[in-house]
């Protein structure tokens, strides 16, 4: 009995640890772009650029995990590409020019990507209908965990001076874990495969394709605002570095509070209700942060854009569901994509605005994304939803 509930804890954990790599390797962008421009010598939108390599990996690896999911063993998977993320992570220290880091950044993030579709797929053989729930919305948390404990840990170790490859190589570690992880557990009998007969193949009805648009919009609006938060806040208001980077773990601290919060008040009100709410609360807390006469509200804003989230990316996905109920199985992964490829165009588009204007026109182009999220949302309420 000991021995199965620990090697269930080892399957939960590689599915929770491969949202907190992720997580971790985006959250610090924003922090860590100054200190490395100064490092290579190159403006600091060039170093967010060159993130674009790790975003679009991702993107290629969610799209590659469609095809090679289901031909490699879950164990596998986990083994061999959290091995090899550790070990390009830890030895990014020998990199000595931005393209050759683009490339470790790019196969990191398609790495990240198949992980990601693998951890999902976990979790479904794992668990049963009604706790699938709860387990994506814990996956979302442990996503917010990493992003604030990775943004004050690096925030911290560049004040003491540390570089930033140690960022890096501090969640490399944490990838080897995932590996050990994988090799010592027993996945037992689980498959990929679903018996059953042939899905129907339905058309994706006009609300779904609006919210999948309205997941693009979310994730480049959220990242427009992270990537540069901690740069605004240096540049308008002359805060250091250790506060600045800190901003972005206040967002992280809202964003986990609210998903504690979400997981009970979605069972109350509904997941459409929330999402209708959610998108307007979200592009609220996204104005404050660059209308504030001062900075030093920026904390507290930034914690109070988190929560106001309540959790919309996870909510939004189960709406979705709601409004197409003979949805294909791979409708979510399919919206996860959509998601990622807010993400991964994120560093190159707004680094391009950051040079047209500056850091706060980033921010601002954060909140137009979420002003066209609402328009999306508010639309796909409108349209007749699928029928059974």
């Known amino acids: 009995m000991a021995k199965d509930l620990k090697n269930a804890i080892s399957l939960t954990a590689i599915s929770f640890l491969c949202y907190f790599v992720l997580s971790a390797l985006l959250a610090p962008i924003g922090i860590l772009a100054p200190v490395m421009a100064e490092y290579f010598d190159e403006p600091v939108t060039n170093i967010t650029k060159n993130f674009g390599w790790l975003t679009t990996g991702n993107l290629l690896g969610a799209l590659l995990a469609v095809v090679i999911s289901s031909h490699f063993p879950l164990k596998t998977l986990f083994a061999w590409i959290y091995g090899l993320i550790g070990v390009l992570l830890i030895s990014v220290g020998l990199v000595s020019d931005l393209l050759a880091l683009g490339l470790v950044l790019a196969l990191v993030g398609m790495g990240c990507g198949i992980g990601l579709a693998a951890a999902a797929i976990l979790i479904t053989l794992r668990f049963d209908a009604q706790r699938k729930a709860s387990m994506l919305i814990l996956t979302d948390a442990c996503f917010s965990v990493a992003g604030f404990v990775i943004a004050w840990t690096t925030a911290t170790l560049l004040y003491f001076e540390f570089g930033w490859q140690s960022t890096f190589q501090l969640i490399g570690v944490f990838a080897l874990v995932i590996a050990a992880l994988a090799i010592t557990a027993n996945f ?75 997981s009970w008040w979605v069972m109350k009100i509904g997941a459409g209700r929330l999402v209708g709410l959610a998108v307007f609360t979200t592009f609220a807390g ?96 409108q349209t007749p939803r699928a029928q059974s």
């Open 188 to 262: 037992g009998d689980l498959s990929q495969e679903k018996p059953g007969a042939e899905e129907r193949k339905l058309p994706w009805p006009t609300s779904v394709k609006l919210l999948g648009a309205g997941l693009f919009l979310y994730t480049l609006g959220q990242y427009s605002a992270i990537f540069w938060l901690p740069i605004y806040a240096e540049e308008t208001f002359a805060l250091n570095k250790l506060l600045a980077g800190g901003l972005v773990g206040q967002f992280w601290t809202g964003m986990f509070a609210a998903q504690i919060f979400t």
């Open 286 to 381: 996204s104005v404050s942060l660059w209308v504030t006469p001062s900075g030093s509200w920026l904390p507290a804003l930034a914690a109070l854009w988190g929560f106001l989230n309540f959790s919309l990316l996870k909510a939004t996905l189960s709406y979705a569901t709601e409004l197409f109920p003979d949805h294909p199985r791979n409708l979510v992964p399919m919206l996860l994509l959509c998601a990622t490829g807010g993400t991964a165009i994120s560093p190159l588009l707004t680094s391009a605005v950051v040079d047209l204007f500056d850091a706060r026109g980033s921010l601002i182009m954060g909140s137009i994304c979420y002003a066209l999220l609402i328009l999306c949302v508010m639309l796909a309420r």
